[in-house]
């Protein structure tokens, strides 16, 4: 029977199953400061070992701070957090790029760059855009932290299998429109609810002509959708890729590898739950104007008046998230001013992310209304990538800042947040209430809307720049 | 964990869709190493008017009388009700650590954010799906009624309401075993070491590299 991607990557790693819930073996766990401390204290408590220690890379991201590192994590309880990591990485013997370490970075960026993300792999994080990862041909999901600890102890989850949900983009996107985009007119489209229970396979000819940077901002959102996985069918694309990476296999096994991921797609004939398409060439820069990723709109739009509105709870959230984001009905988009720009995090802040909105910015200089522009790259490796490149260079002329890698102000565990009542053009994923800050509104938009806000002073079409 | 039964409790409307874990416990307080004390910090920027910080003396801050949780009449709630996509967001299981230390045991909703909804079970909280008009009438019969009590049975998987009525729910059969004893699933997981370890060898011949 034709199978879907999604089914060859489940079965594939189920240990048991008894009454539709399986027992799903799990391949790589990345793991950082924020949902481990409790796991660790639990295996600690009950007397547990980790089940497979070269499953495990730990990584601090959250709470690490993106200016100067010499003296240290200044926030005591921040610090405390980073400390227990290590502490507990040295007492289990897990390896763990630590905050100095050239490698360090968001534990999405790490994975993939260090080849520690495998095709046909489960791969399982504390945290929920390890859907990511699914950009490989892999099953990758978020789970908590008794889960984490499951994990650790027994190298399984207790999973039931979701359903399978196709998303078809067809066509060739247009110039400046990116994988950011369509991330965000897909959620536009199935809403925050709409992949609730399912697994989501990315496909079709705009999904295919992605670099693999694209495919994972793409996965990376499939959370937002609702949906615990994402997943992209192996190409070349994913095999040359991982070609060369650290913790991929080298020379034999290498070619045996290779022979089997080229089997990491859907069946022609497969079956899906659902299926849901959209034309690349529909597909405009989007920016969002509310407290929710779906409340989205084309860079050409307005934002929407709730009277228009007449399903009442939907007219409530409406009101309420235009209320939050101090944004009159029908404003267009591109006469909303900004206050801050944050180009990073899980979502888009790979190396491809920083040439585009380095393109946008080149010989550019940020707007005078805007307080403050910062690029966080993903890792330490992105970041030397990127000065290599000159990039660093092209920012620090147009006035903006150059962090050190790190979660930074996409949910503001460190330092870097906005004010109550700022304005900002983030590259992250999450817009809700206070995520970048008490009172902070945030706008999601791809790297090169935010390069190109950075420098206009507001929302504006990037296509009219480039 | 704490096994979950029968509750007779006082039910807390929160009237909003899409309630995001971020607003269920703010970032700051993902600071902790620890899985107990974040009640005082549930919905933290929609129940106080001042900023909230971990390591604060919360009864020193301004609350904010609007917020329906602050209201008296909800005082001692343990069942929460609320609307679609509850919980949606990030993974963190400080969501429903938050819930459980304020005192929250029960939670009915017309539909739940997958990763959140696995959390709860895992945490000694119910999450109960009622569809979206009986939760409405819940909705209208909390709000003219102070002191309105349901009485949640987990073996018998009703709801049931002060005049006579009640609702069934669906529940998993392995949850529910699980919650009804409050068993630890790492404990039920390692009876089947021996089923791991056969695994662990087949998985290795086939994919030398995933081992190494
Ligand atoms: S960058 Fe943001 S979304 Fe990604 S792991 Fe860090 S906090 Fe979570």
């Not at chain 1, 925050?192 to 694209?214: D, K, Q, V, W």
């Not at chain 2, 004893?181 to 011949?205: M, P, R, S, Y």
């Amino acid at each position: 029977m034709a199978k879907t991607l999604y089914d060859k990557l489940f079965d594939s790693h189920v240990v048991r199953e008894e009454n539709g819930t399986a027992l799903l073996y799990i391949d790589r766990h990345l793991v950082h400061e924020v949902t481990s401390p409790q796991a660790f204290e639990g295996l600690k408590i009950a007397g547990r070992k980790l089940w497979r220690i070269s499953s495990v890379l730990a990584v601090p991201d959250h709470n690490v701070p993106t200016t100067d590192r010499s003296q240290g994590i200044a926030d005591p309880i921040s610090r405390l957090q980073v400390e227990t990591l290590d502490q507990n990485c040295v007492d289990f013997g897990v390896t763990e790029f630590k905050m100095n370490d050239k490698r360090q970075g968001i534990v999405h960026v790490i994975g993939p760059e260090q080849g520690a993300t495998l095709p046909g792999m489960t791969v399982v994080c504390g945290d929920s855009h390890t859907s990511t990862h699914g950009a490989f041909g892999a099953l990758a999901h978020g789970i908590g932290t008794s889960e984490v600890e499951h994990v650790m102890a027994t190298q399984c989850l207790v999973q039931k299998k979701s359903k399978a949900m196709q998303i078809l983009v067809e066509g060739e996107l247009g110039r400046g429109v990116t994988a950011k985009d369509v991330a965000l007119a897909v959620i536009g489209r199935i809403g925050t609810a709409g992949g609730t229970g399912y697994a989501i396979e990315f496909a079709g000819s705009a999904i295919r002509s992605l670099s693999m940077e694209g495919r994972m901002t793409l996965c990376n959102m499939a959370i937002e959708a609702g949906a615990r996985a994402g997943m992209v069918g192996v190409d070349d694309i994913t095999i040359n890729y991982l070609k060369g990476r650290p913790y991929a296999p080298t020379e034999a096994q290498w070619d045996a590898a290779v022979v089997y991921w080229k089997t990491l797609h859907s069946d022609a004939g497969a079956s899906f739950d659902a299926v849901v398409e959209l034309k690349a060439e529909d597909i405009q820069p989007q920016v969002t104007w509310g407290t929710s990723p779906e409340m989205v709109t084309a860079i050409n739009g307005r934002v929407p008046d709730p009277e228009q509105e007449s399903d009442p709870t939907k007219r409530g959230g409406i009101e309420r998230a235009l209320q939050y984001m101090g944004l009159e009905a029908n404003t267009p988009i591109e006469a909303i001013n900004i206050d801050k720009v944050f180009i990073g995090s899980c979502t888009n802040s790979r190396i491809e992310d920083l040439r585009a909105a380095a393109m946008v910015a080149k010989g550019k200089r940020v707007a005078s209304n805007v307080k403050l522009a910062m690029v966080v790259p993903g890792s330490g490796l992105v970041k030397a990538q990127a000065e290599q490149e000159g990039l660093d260079r092209i920012f620090l002329d147009a006035g903006f800042e150059w962090r050190e890698p790190g979660c930074s102000m996409c949910l503001a565990m460190n330092a870097d947040r906005l004010e109550p009542g700022e304005r900002c053009a983030s590259t992250s994923n999450r817009n809700f209430e206070g995520r970048q800050g008490q009172g902070g509104r945030t706008h999601l938009v791809s790297p090169e809307m935010a390069a190109a806000a950075a420098v206009a002073g507001h929302f504006v079409d990037v296509r009219t720049m480039l | 964990m704490q096994a979950f039964t029968q509750l007779n409790g006082i039910v807390a409307p929160l009237d909003r869709a899409n309630v995001d874990t971020d607003a269920i416990i703010p970032k700051q307080f993902l600071k902790s190493i620890k899985r107990s004390g974040f009640g005082p910090n549930a919905f933290d920027e929609w129940r106080y008017l001042d900023h909230g910080e971990p390591g604060i003396d919360n009864s020193k801050r301004q609350i904010n009388p609007d917020f329906v949780l602050n209201k008296p009449r909800y005082k001692g709630a343990s069942i929460l009700l609320t609307r679609e996509n509850f919980g949606c967001g990030s993974s963190r299981e400080h969501a429903p650590w938050a819930l459980l230390d304020y005192g929250f045991r029960a939670i009915i909703a017309p539909s739940y954010a997958d990763i959140f909804f696995n959390n709860c079970f895992k945490n000694g909280i119910l999450p109960i799906i009622l569809n979206a008009d009986v939760v409405d009438g819940l909705f209208q019969a909390v709000e003219a009624d102070e002191g309105y009590k349901l009485t949640v049975d987990l073996a018998t998987q009703t709801v049931n309401t002060p005049d006579g009525q009640s609702y069934a729910f669906e529940v998993d059969a392995f949850r529910k075993h699980c919650l009804l004893n409050g068993l630890d699933d790492i404990g039920l997981t390692l009876q089947h070491v021996d089923d791991i370890k056969t695994f662990e060898i087949k998985h290795k011949a086939a994919q030398p590299w995933l081992f190494n």
